[in-house]
């Protein structure tokens, strides 16, 4: 069976200490080399494993590895770990989140429409 953006979830999720948002996963996916043997060809593969987390746990909430936590960003955890996970986890990385200045973006009028 081909290594899948399930199993890459799931060995970056039990080394890690606090739920993860899709971005994340793939970061530290991709730093420790399993991304690599995860056989994509798209060009936005973090966004494939966020699709495929979320239409697991939504359509497969019983019988899923993985379970969502919090909002704004989303974070995903191993349902196994959950206990784990307490509110005020949760809570602490919303506020840390929160705290980070909005990416500064800025155009210029021939940004906008190229010739």
Same mark, same amino acid.
């Given at each position: #069976?081909?290594?899948?953006?399930?199993? #890459?979830?799931?060995?970056?999720?039990?080394? +890690?200490?606090?739920?993860?948002?899709?971005?994340?996963?793939?970061?530290? *996916?991709?730093s420790s080399g399993l991304a690599a043997k995860v056989k994509t060809k798209g060009?936005?593969?973090? !966004?494939? $494993? *966020?699709?495929?987390?979320?239409?697991?746990?939504?359509? !497969?909430?019983? +019988? +899923?590895?993985?379970?969502?936590? *919090?909002?704004?960003?989303?974070?995903?955890?191993?349902?196994?770990?959950?206990?784990?996970? +307490? !509110?005020?986890?949760?809570?602490?990385?919303?506020?840390?989140e929160a705290k980070k200045p909005a990416p500064a973006t800025t155009y210029r009028?021939?940004? $906008?429409?190229?010739?």
């Open positions: #069976m081909a290594y899948s953006f399930f199993d #890459m979830a799931e060995d970056v999720l039990e080394k +890690s200490k606090t739920p993860l948002t899709f971005q994340q996963i793939w970061e530290d *996916g991709k060009k936005t593969p973090w !966004n494939t $494993l *966020g699709a495929r987390l979320y239409v697991e746990v939504r359509d !497969n909430a019983d +019988s +899923s590895k993985f379970i969502k936590v *919090g909002k704004r960003p989303t974070r995903f955890f191993l349902k196994s770990r959950e206990a784990e996970v +307490s !509110n005020d986890i949760v809570e602490k990385i919303e506020i840390e009028e021939r940004d $906008l429409h190229p010739c």
